[in-house]
């Protein structure tokens, strides 16, 4: 049963919306070891245990935007917003590439200073950390109108990352109040278009049912994204969503095994921003091979799901993760061989 959907799936067929129905719906611990033990075998015979490292520079926080799930939605008043200045990112990006991490996370809210001017501090922002420091760089700027895509990718960014939270797109508009579903989902192709790479993400406990969890699997990985990924709702004070009760990480657990043994060759984060350092093993366990929202202490920089957690006791610091990593028999990538892989990506090359 389960075991045989696994294989199917192992072996290439396809499993459908019922058979990713099936594994999403996996309760029985032992099954669900199962699933990992696939997902890791796949992930061991993609990439080896080479795992890839990401910065996150959430530089600014203001936002025009009111997604209800979001600490940083415009509505949540007095939450001491930042903006960093062009030198300050510079700076975070560099301390960040000479300490051996692979990438930049240039993160915002949708902040209507950055996008002034026709972007100019946004285009700004990405050329001076591209010129500067060199490092591989993703924007996370929101979405974006189509011809700026081209502007973002000139500047030096390898990467553009917009999440369609669910592929239910009632659900979406009920979430991401006054956005469009479809200029979202324009966002990947856009950015694939104009040469950049592009990460889809969903969200884990908004309403969804396990079904739409499926298909929005499927739908990610069939826009032919290079990273997905999966992160568990946090509930936020002074949200709509204050009140959710908070869900534990199995569910996203479950949806990256899936989506690395349907994709193997995918990027899939293990992200510090759901439970701190502390969910770092589980998900590399279930077939991880990034770990994003590496945060460094002591320059006031928020996360997004967890604003504060493990940032200022240096726990999604760089050293400790890189500590933690090689107690767990995993290997760090050298920025070079991220750089290879990503022109390899950028070519059509596996
Ligand atoms: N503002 C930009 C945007 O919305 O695309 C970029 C940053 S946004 C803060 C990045 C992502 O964080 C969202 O797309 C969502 O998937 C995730 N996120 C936001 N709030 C969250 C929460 N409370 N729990 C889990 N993930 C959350
Ligand atoms: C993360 N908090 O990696 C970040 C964020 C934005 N590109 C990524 C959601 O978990
Ligand atoms: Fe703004 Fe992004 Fe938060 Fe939505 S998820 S409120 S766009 S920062």
Known sequence: MIEETIDRALRGGDIGLDGVTELMSITDPKEMETLFEAARKVRDAEFGRKVFTYGFVYFSTYCKNNCNFCY?????????????????????????????????????????????????????LISAVHDDVGISIMAS?????REVFPRIREAGADW?????????????????????YDDRLNQKVWAMEAGLLAEDGMMIGLGESVR????????????????????????????????????????????????????????????????????????????????????????????VAQHELDIENGNRSVEHVFEMLDSLGYRRAESSEYVSFLDSRRNGGA
């Open 212 to 303: 739409d969890r499926a298909d929005t699997i499927l739908r990610m990985g069939g826009l032919g994204c290079q990273q997905i990924r999966a992160m568990t709702f946090v509930p936020q004070e002074g949200t709509p969503m204050q009140d959710n009760a908070p869900m534990g990480p199995q569910d996203e657990l479950k949806t990256i095994a899936i989506m690395r043994i349907l994709f193997p060759d995918r990027l899939i984060p293990c992200s510090l921003d759901v439970e701190g350092i502390a969910g770092l093993e589980s998900r590399l366990s279930a077939g991880a091979n990034v770990i994003t929202s590496i945060v460094p202490p002591n320059r006031n920089l928020a996360g």
């Open 160 to 180: 553009h990352a917009c999440y369609q939270e669910t592929y239910n797109s009632e659900l979406f508009e009920s979430l991401r109040v006054e956005q469009s």
């Open 141 to 145: 700027p929101g979405a974006l109108p």
């Open 72 to 124: 940083f939605r415009r509505s949540n008043k007095d939450i001491g917003r930042y903006r960093k200045s062009i030198e300050e990112v510079v700076q975070l990006a560099g301390s960040l590439k000479d300490a051996g991490i692979n990438l930049a996370d240039l993160t915002m809210g949708e902040d209507p200073a950055m996008y002034a001017d026709d972007y100019k501090l946004l285009i700004d």
